[in-house]
Antibody
Framework: QVQLQESGPGLVKPSETLSLTCTVS????????WTWIRQPPGKGLEYIGY???????NYNPSLKSRVTISVDTSKNQFSLKLSSVTSADTAVYYC???????????????WGQGTLVTVSS | QTVVTQEPSLTVSPGGTVTLTCASS?????????PNWFQQKPGQAPRALIY???KKHSWTPARFSGSLLGGKAALTLSGVQPEDEAEYYC?????????FGGGTKLTVL
C-alpha cells in the first residue's frame, strides 16, 4: 500500500519561501508522476504542479513563476518550493501520486493526509 | 483561464440516485479530458473514486459510476448512503494543465 506523508514548517512569513517535502513509502517513486495540490481554508482544490521521477515538470500557469518541484529518488521523496508567499498562499498542501497514461488511465490515486501552512508575520 | 464548473450543492434522500456534473469552459467534455472524481469529507484528504471517465479504483464502492452526459462529465451515485454526504470534486486534464472543478457539496437528507 503506497503511503505519502507531507512534512515542513506550518508557519511561513510573508515574502519568504514555503518548503515542503513528501515522503513516499510502500512503493518506489520511479515510474509515476508526483504532484502537489493545495486547498485554502473553506475553499476548493488547486493543482500546483507535478514532477516525473526522471525530473520533468509541469506547473499551474498561475503559480509557475514562483513554484519549483524537485525529486530525490534516493530518498523516495519529492519537494515543493513556493517563493514570495502571501496570505493567499495559506492552505492545506497535499502531495499525491499521479499517472498520465493514455492506455491505463490518468488519475491522482494516492494522497497524503495534507499539511496546513499558514503565511503570517 | 480555463474554468471547470460543478453544481455548488445537491441534496438527495437516502437510497436515492443523484448525478453530479462537470463542465468545461472550453466546450464539451470528452473522454480525452480523462475526467476524474474525488470525494472529500471534512478534515480528510480527498479520496479518488473515478478516473478516465468511468474507471473505478479497487476501493470505489459499486454504487459510484462515471460517464459522459450532455457534453459534461458525470458522477452518478445509486442507492445513496448517509456516509456519501461529502464534497465531490471533478478534475479534467487539458493539453498543458490539470484543472479541478469548484466542488459539489452533496447533502444526504
Amino acid at each position: 500500500q503506497v503511503q505519502l506523508q507531507e512534512s515542513g514548517p506550518g508557519l511561513v512569513k510573508p515574502s519568504e519561501t514555503l518548503s515542503l517535502t513528501c515522503t513516499v513509502s510502500g512503493g518506489s517513486i520511479s515510474s509515476y508522476y508526483w504532484t502537489w495540490i493545495r486547498q485554502p481554508p473553506g475553499k476548493g482544490l488547486e493543482y500546483i504542479g507535478y514532477i516525473f521521477y526522471s525530473g520533468s515538470t509541469n506547473y499551474n500557469p498561475s503559480l509557475k513563476s514562483r513554484v519549483t518541484i524537485s525529486v530525490d529518488t534516493s530518498k523516495n521523496q519529492f519537494s515543493l518550493k513556493l517563493s514570495s508567499v502571501t496570505s493567499a498562499d495559506t492552505a492545506v498542501y497535499y502531495c499525491a501520486r499521479a499517472s498520465f497514461s493514455d492506455s491505463s488511465g490518468r488519475t491522482f490515486d494516492y494522497w497524503g493526509q495534507g499539511t496546513l501552512v499558514t503565511v503570517s508575520s | 483561464q480555463t474554468v471547470v464548473t460543478q453544481e455548488p450543492s445537491l441534496t438527495v434522500s437516502p437510497g436515492g440516485t443523484v448525478t453530479l456534473t462537470c463542465a468545461s469552459s472550453t466546450g464539451a467534455v470528452t473522454s480525452g479530458y480523462y475526467p476524474n472524481w474525488f470525494q472529500q469529507k471534512p478534515g480528510q484528504a480527498p479520496r479518488a473514486l473515478i478516473y478516465s471517465t468511468s474507471k473505478k479504483h479497487s476501493w470505489t464502492p459499486a454504487r459510484f459510476s462515471g460517464s459522459l452526459l450532455g457534453g459534461k462529465a458525470a458522477l452518478t451515485l445509486s442507492g445513496v448512503q448517509p456516509e456519501d454526504e461529502a464534497e465531490y470534486y471533478c478534475l479534467l486534464y487539458y493539453s498543458d494543465a490539470v484543472v479541478f472543478g469548484g466542488g459539489t457539496k452533496l447533502t444526504v437528507l
